[in-house]
T-cell receptor, first 110, second 113 residues
Framework: QKEVEQNSGPLSVPEGAIASLNCTYS??????FFWYRQYSGKSPELIMF????GDKEDGRFTAQLNKASQYVSLLIRDSQPSDSATYLC??????????FGGGTRLMVKP | KAGVTQTPRYLIKTRGQQVTLSCSPI?????VSWYQQTPGQGLQFLFE???????NKGNFPGRFSGRQFSNSRSEMNVSTLELGDSALYLC????????????FGPGTRLTVT
């Protein structure tokens, strides 16, 4: 079992819709959770981080964390074609190592 | 505040050669981590440096090494290059160890022929 798992996609949503990206992790000692966006040929860009159970909102982005279910998600409201990218879920585990999921490719169609 | 910088951005080397990549973290950041990204394996952790000491190491052979200087700048070295070492090498910095968010540099694209 991989430490951090994501559906590889592609996840296709129409412009203006809500995109929902999901991630599960295996290490119950994980303490910090991140979402990165990566455009093709570019490096990952941090877009959200969450440390506590619940929701955290920043503009069109909402991160949700449920430690009991070992589940973290990212919602993107009013999706735009410019949101089309690969979204990487990352977790700092009990050993202080940042581990990435394989990424979900999001396609927002005009 | 300037972001993480990496040099060089692109590199072409031949099998058997060695290579050194450089990373300058965001000002005030003391932890530097290195990652390898390939289409097949995704983003894999190489090592983390803090206070000039390697604190964590991923599952890579000893040909991969690194160091950190007193100003937090870091270098990584790959000796005896293999074709499979062709990848995007990413450096990320964070203000401290542990739970803090990491910010990535633009990466160095290494091609081994």
């Amino acid at each position: 079992q991989k430490e951090v798992e994501q559906n590889s996609g592609p996840l296709s949503v129409p412009e203006g819709a809500i995109a929902s990206l999901n991630c599960t992790y295996s290490d119950r000692g994980s303490q910090s959770f991140f979402w990165y966006r990566q455009y093709s040929g570019k490096s990952p860009e941090l877009i959200m981080f969450i440390y506590s159970n619940g929701d955290k909102e920043d503009g069109r982005f909402t991160a949700q964390l449920n430690k009991a279910s070992q589940y973290v998600s990212l919602l993107i409201r009013d999706s735009q074609p410019s949101d089309s990218a690969t979204y990487l879920c990352a977790v700092i585990n009990a050993g202080n190592m940042l581990t990435f999921g394989g990424g979900t490719r999001l396609m927002v169609k005009p | 505040k300037a972001g993480v910088t990496q040099t060089p951005r692109y590199l072409i080397k031949t099998r058997g050669q060695q290579v050194t990549l450089s990373c300058s973290p965001i000002s005030g950041h003391r932890s530097v981590s290195w990652y390898q990204q390939t289409p097949g394996q995704g983003l894999q952790f190489l090592f983390e440096y803090f206070s000039e000491t390697q604190r964590n190491k991923g599952n890579f052979p000893g040909r991969f090494s690194g160091r950190q200087f007193s100003n937090s700048r870091s270098e990584m070295n790959v000796s005896t290059l293999e074709l499979g070492d062709s990848a995007l090498y990413l450096c990320a910095s964070s203000r401290d160890r542990g739970k803090y968010e990491q910010y990535f540099g633009p990466g160095t694209r290494l091609t081994v022929t």
